[in-house]
Structure formats: C-alpha cells, structure tokens
C-alpha cells in the first residue's frame, strides 16, 4: 500500500519561502506522477503543480505565477514544492498526491484521477 507524508508546512510571512516534502513508499515510486494540492479554509481543493514519473516535465495552475517550483528525487522517494513569494492567499493545508503513470506524462489537474493521497501539511502566511 502506497504511503504519502507530507512535511515542511508552518507560518511564515508574507514574501517568505518554504519548501515542501512529500516521502512516497509501498510501490515504485518512479511508475508514479506526483501533484500538490491545496484547500484553504472555506474553499474546494485546488490543483496547484504536477510533474512526470521522471521529472521531465511539470505544469502549474495560473494563480502560482512563476513562485512555486515542483521537483523530485526518485533516488530519494521523495516530491517537492519549494514555494517563494508567498501570499496570505496561499494559507492551506497542501496535498501531495500520486497517480500511476504509464508514461511520462504529467500528472493530472483533475484530483480523480489520483490514487493516493498524503494526509497534509498545513501553511499559513501571515500579513
């Protein structure tokens, strides 16, 4: 069974940086497209960035606007999100998530199309 632990979430000031991790195990974790997720108080879970079995290619939703960077380590089992310039709006807690991939596609934006789920770190960006 695939296993996902998000860390490295906590308060940080606005224009401040974090990077997030995701350990993955259970499986090989190179089969898998990784995605981060996001769902701020009151609000749906947004799609935030994925990226493909090997690294090769990622994509972002419109909102990270060049502050956020999604990156992997296959080598290390782990997915990242180093996340610059942070907002208040960006206050949630983040979702990593894994989908099985038979090529090097990315990973979707749609949240169905996952198959795991970690159980989230939260962020708060404060004024």
């Known amino acids: 069974q695939v296993q996902l632990v998000e860390s490295g979430g906590k308060l940080v000031q606005a224009g401040g940086s974090l990077r997030l991790s995701c350990a993955f195990s259970?499986?090989?974790?190179?089969?898998?497209?990784m995605g981060w997720f996001r769902r701020a108080p009151g609000k749906e879970r947004e799609w935030v960035t994925a990226i493909s079995r090997n690294g090769g290619m990622s994509y972002y939703a419109d909102f990270v606007n060049g502050r956020f960077t999604i990156s992997r380590d296959n080598a290390k089992n782990t997915v990242y999100l180093q996340m610059n310039s942070l907002e208040p709006e960006d206050t949630a807690v983040y979702y990593c998530a894994a989908q099985w991939a038979s090529g090097e596609e990315t990973g979707s934006s749609y949240y169905g199309d996952y198959n795991y789920w970690g159980q989230g770190t939260q962020v708060s960006v404060s004024s």
């Open positions: 259970g499986r090989t974790f190179s089969t898998y497209a």
